[in-house]
């Protein structure tokens, strides 16, 4: 795995493995597993919502500290972040999010989210002339 995030209680971890075959095609996948006392459980295997070659879906996650919410970063393709939504131990595909239309490559390699879910940080790696920076979404 590459992306890892494990909730405040230790209770949900998410491995992402950007470079997962699915559909036939390079574009990653996020493990699910849950923890009750000592024994982990896997629950669920998340792929992207379009697959598509070196997509690197799962390459950075962050997890809402009560596990209901999972951000899974695609930095190929000019970036993208993806949110789910947790109910039932079950993660569901809300949406993609829409970073900036800049022709910035290698948006979301990194990502975290503040304890009251009202920001989410996301890393953007520098191209051949820029440095990195971190973009605040509220």
Do not use: H
């Not at 962050?62 to 999972?70: F, M, P, Q």
């Not at 009251?116 to 990195?132: A, E, H, P, Q, Y």
């Amino acid at each position: 795995g590459f992306g890892l995030s494990l909730n405040n209680d230790g209770t949900f971890l998410a491995i992402g493995s950007f470079s997962d075959t699915v559909n036939g095609v390079r574009a990653g996948s996020v493990y699910i597993y849950t923890r009750s006392g000592s024994t982990w459980t896997f629950r669920q295997k998340i792929t992207p919502p379009v697959p598509s070659q070196s997509l690197q879906f799962g390459y950075a996650i962050t997890l809402a500290k009560d596990a209901s919410i999972l951000y899974i970063g695609a930095p190929y393709q000019k970036g993208k972040v993806f949110k789910y939504s947790q109910s039932n131990l079950v993660f569901n595909y809300d949406n993609e999010l829409i970073l900036y239309n800049d022709n910035v490559w290698n948006n979301g390699i990194g990502l975290a989210l503040s304890s009251d879910k009202r920001f989410l940080m996301i890393g953007v790696g520098g191209g051949i002339s820029t440095s990195g920076a971190v973009r605040i979404i509220e």
